[in-house]
């Protein structure tokens, strides 16, 4: 299945005539409502087969999970027309995850950014960057803070269909709102801006500027950190609805331990190459995905592979599209030897070639 639909961030963009002048989205803005204040009389009950929940069991994990949900603003500045800076400010979310102020989000909300800001109730702080990792679409950052309240992880392999769900994020960059749901798929296979995931899926609401927020079960316990959903229609005939995706909470936990401890992602297999995908034919060459670019010192350029190579195979595997190729060599390790099959000059070539770490947050394969 592929996700056209990548971005929950809120991106706001301003031309500017000189560089002091920025976009500033005052916390005026954001309305917080403290679940803690509100009050029922009556506990509603759900029956979910054998299992009854009550309301106040999703209060409760509410008041657990809601102060470790946290809004994000990251300021880009790039050059426009004419010269002009242009500044672009997505508004996302993001999850506390120790005490003293490291935060991860998505990749997509903090990408690029020249400046990130992060509010906690109505307290602003500067955030640095700890690490990013664009094919997870997972990002760690830090602000400058004590004794913050933070998620407890769950194991998210132990997460069922039909278990609740609750989301809580900065939907509509208004401020910290909560939707709930159940778990409507585990394990789902997508395919966000070619990259190939394994997700959470969920019919809790989701909007813009939920990315990087949690997904937490009845427990308040954080399961996944939401970063997508299927919008609009797909076709003609049909419209998508309750579409929710979130990365599951087990990948996270491993994804921020290496940016925290490494800056990048350790032990992810690498030829050391640059990818472009042509979905049709043009100048001269095929559709197909071709080796636009060979890291010095890299297994590609140990084992002879060459510019403007089109890949169409793994081992066993066809190749026809970058998904196809970074999906099968996700399922290798470092060290492990395959067999890249090439169109070089007309001509298939077969050419062996052992894998090497990545040992930078980069987009080559």
């Known amino acids: 299945m592929k996700i056209s639909f990548k971005s929950l961030c809120i991106v706001f963009l301003v ?66 027309f004419f010269y002009q800076e242009e500044v672009s400010t997505s508004l996302g979310s993001g999850v506390v995850i120790s005490s003293d102020g490291y935060i991860v989000t ?103 500027g939920n990315s990087g927020g949690g997904l937490f079960n009845i427990d308040g316990e954080l399961i996944g950190i939401v970063n997508a959903k299927t919008s609009s229609s797909i076709n003609s005939q049909a419209s998508v609805e309750g579409l929710g995706y979130a990365i599951p909470s087990n990948t996270v936990a491993n994804i921020i331990d290496d940016l925290m401890t490494n800056g990048y992602v350790k032990n992810r297999a690498t030829m050391g190459v640059t990818i472009t995908e042509l979905t049709q034919g043009m100048n001269g060459f095929e559709a197909g995905v071709y080796i636009t670019g060979i890291q010095e010192g890299s297994a590609a350029e140990a084992a002879g592979l060459e510019m403007y190579d089109r890949i ?47 040992t930078a947050a980069t987009d080559s394969e």
Request: aromatic share 6%.
């Open 15 to 80: 031309a500017l005539l000189g560089s002091g002048f920025g976009v500033y989205f005052g916390s005026s803005i954001y309305s917080s409502v403290n679940p803690s204040s509100t009050t029922s009389t009556v506990a509603q009950s759900v029956n979910y087969g054998e299992t009854t929940v009550k309301s106040s069991d999703i209060k409760s994990a509410v008041n657990k999970a809601y102060d470790t949900v946290v809004r994000i603003e990251a300021e880009t500045v790039t050059q426009g």
């Open 106 to 208: 998505n990749n997509h909300v903090i990408e690029g950014a020249s400046k990130v800001t992060v509010y906690i109730g109505d307290e602003a702080y500067d955030a640095t960057l700890v690490g990013t990792d664009e094919k997870s679409d997972i990002g760690v950052i830090k602000i400058d803070a004590t004794d913050l309240a933070y998620a407890t992880f769950a194991d998210s392999d132990l997460v069922e269909v039909g278990d609740d769900a609750i989301a809580i994020g900065n939907a509509l960059g208004s401020g910290i709102s909560v939707t709930n749901g159940i778990i409507s798929a585990t394990d789902k296979s997508v395919t966000i801006e070619n990259e190939p995931m394994r997700l959470l899926q969920t019919n809790a609401e989701i909007n813009s």
């Open 312 to 358: 169409i195979g793994i081992d066993d595997h066809e190749v026809s599209s970058y998904t196809d190729l970074s999906y099968y060599l996700g399922e290798y390790e470092v060290g492990d030897t395959i067999t890249l099959t090439v169109i070089r000059n007309n001509e298939e070539i077969n050419v062996s070639l052992t894998l090497m770490e990545n």
